[in-house]
């Protein structure tokens, strides 16, 4: 402590040390060591060149993946290349190689990025996922849950029997094995649904709470995961859309699918001429540029879900208090999405609905996409990765296993039309992202005759708020830590078990009417 003030060494003393830890301290102690433990390693200068090495590289991933023939068949989005990039680029593997050669005095010991840069990396995923979650239905259509309902009920079942089984064989394998052989943290038991049903955005924004929650090395495996999902769902679906061709499931199938964006637009009504017109004269009147309108709204949403997240959090210590706290590790992007959805629905009650280009809001969402998925993967551990490799393994074996078998089982059973097409897409999304499972579905139906892609868009209303990255995916680590493994999985099958049967109902209520008629 040479140098340091004695009240700043004693404060710092009286904050570490274990035996002093329970000890009553004085506001100074709390005040000197706020001010030196908590002093920002980055500032405003340093985010800026953070960004702007993250454009380069998403330009430089771009340039890769259009020149290298392997990347366009599995459809990877270049930020995942990218995020690739900088991780070989940083420390671990480049600044590893440096050292192994040249010693730690090398220039390149820690890779091409600074740790200040490196730091703001690691911090973006958390705060820009939020505005990726809060403009997801931004601009969409808003049926009522009814009409969701009838419409698209077998996608909906399909779609949470998928997600809920995740958590099933994640537990049971976590369980049963992971547990007892490699003492792995319960919390394990959500990174599938985590990895596989949220992807990278969702892997990336859980990073806070898992380490939170005594699980850091959770986020390591989630993004392994996430990948492991992407890039298998890809070859999965392609291989089955192969195989569907061959048994006579798929009529038709596109070997040149046109590679959705990242936010794929899933509002089914198109943007009519009176739109339009009514934007052009709510605009007309206002001397801001329609961007920052539309990321006014999104603002708007954000902070929305944030009172909503404070006052449930509120409401949790009036009623439960410390011997009930799961709100408290809920990450704020899952009420961004619910405050998008109340945002979009009282923006149409006033009337100001066409104020939100959808286009717009989906170009704000994808741009924050890449920043999480690129600094998350740039800021993923490989060294924890190869400490859990048996884990990792285990649980992305045991994800695609899961994922394919149902297609091919329950798939069949609950689309009495265009099973296949169908299904392809909730397995798609399953396994990576929204965008994999819309591609999968171009794939096997590229002139849109089965209309899958309606049903699919219908569904994310009922899925996206809860699984896939919605309120129950983001509670879940703190429902095992709070409750244990074992209440999580007997949930977690009990609702399973509930979409099985609603399932094997409606299955039983159409038969009834094809009798009937």
């Not at 890769?64 to 990877?76: G, S, T």
């Not at 995942?80 to 991780?87: D, R, S, T, V």
């Not at 849950?145 to 049971?172: M, N, S």
């Not at 999405?337 to 280009?357: A, F």
Request: net charge neutral; charged share 15%; aromatic share 10%.
């Amino acid at each position: 402590m040479h140098g340091v003030p004695s009240r700043v060494a004693i404060a710092l003393m009286c904050l570490t040390d274990r035996h002093l830890y329970d000890q009553p301290r004085s506001w100074w102690v709390w005040l000197i060591a706020a001010i030196h433990l908590r002093k920002p390693v980055f500032n405003l200068r340093d985010a800026l060149f953070a960004y702007v090495l993250l454009a380069l590289l998403l330009l430089l991933g771009r340039a890769i993946k259009h020149r290298v023939r392997w990347f366009q068949r599995l459809y990877l989005p270049a930020s995942i290349i990218a995020g690739a990039l900088a991780l070989l680029l940083g420390p671990q593997v480049l600044g590893a190689i440096a050292t192994s050669v040249a010693g730690s005095e090398s220039p390149l010991a820690n890779g091409l990025f600074t740790e200040p840069i490196r730091t703001v990396w690691s911090q973006s995923p958390g705060v820009f996922i939020n505005i990726v979650f809060a403009a997801l239905f931004l601009g969409e259509t808003i049926p009522r849950p009814r009409d969701i309902w009838e419409k698209a009920a077998p996608q909906v079942i399909f779609g949470q029997t998928l997600a809920w089984g995740q958590y099933v064989v994640g537990g049971l394998v976590t369980l049963l094995i992971l547990g007892p052989l490699f003492g792995i943290n319960p919390i394990a038991a959500c990174l599938i649904e985590i990895g596989f049903e949220g992807g990278h955005g969702t892997a990336g924004g859980m990073v806070d709470t898992l380490n939170e929650l005594g699980f850091a090395e959770g986020a390591d495996l989630a993004l392994g995961l996430a990948t492991v999902g992407i890039v298998s769902g890809i070859i999965c679906g392609t291989a089955l859309a192969d195989w569907g061709r061959r048994k006579g499931h798929v009529e038709e199938l596109a070997r040149n699918v046109v590679e959705p964006e990242e936010i794929p637009d899933l509002n089914v009504l198109a943007e009519t001429p009176d739109i339009r017109r009514q934007r052009a004269r709510l605009m007309s009147n206002l001397l801001v540029d329609p961007l920052s309108i539309n990321f006014a709204i999104v603002g708007m949403a954000i902070a929305l879900g944030w009172l909503i997240l404070e006052g449930l959090q509120l409401l949790e210590a009036l009623t439960w208090g410390p011997s009930f706290e799961v709100m408290t590790y809920v990450p704020l992007f899952p009420m961004a999405l619910i405050g998008g959805i109340i945002t979009q629905s009282v923006l149409n009650r006033l009337g100001l609905g066409s104020l939100v280009i959808r286009p717009m809001m989906q170009n704000i969402a994808g741009v924050a996409l890449d920043v999480v998925v690129i600094a998350a993967l740039a800021s993923i551990s490989l060294q924890v990765i190869g400490n859990n490799l048996g884990s990792f393994l285990i649980l992305s074996i045991v994800g695609i296993l899961w994922n394919v078998l149902m297609f091919l089982w329950f798939a069949p059973r609950i689309f009495s039309q265009y099973w296949f097409e169908k299904g392809i897409g909730d397995m798609g999304q399953s396994m990576g992202v929204t965008a994999t499972g819309i591609l999968l579905l171009r794939m096997v139906d590229p002139s849109g005759r089965s209309g899958a892609f309606e049903s699919f868009a219908y569904k994310q209303l009922f899925f996206e708020p809860i699984v896939g990255g919605g309120l129950f995916t983001a509670a879940a680590p703190a429902l095992v830590v709070r409750f244990g493994l074992i209440p999580v999985l007997l949930l977690t099958t009990g609702l399973l078990i509930f979409w099985l049967v609603a399932g094997f109902l409606l299955i039983r209520q159409r038969g009834q009417r094809s009798l009937m008629a």
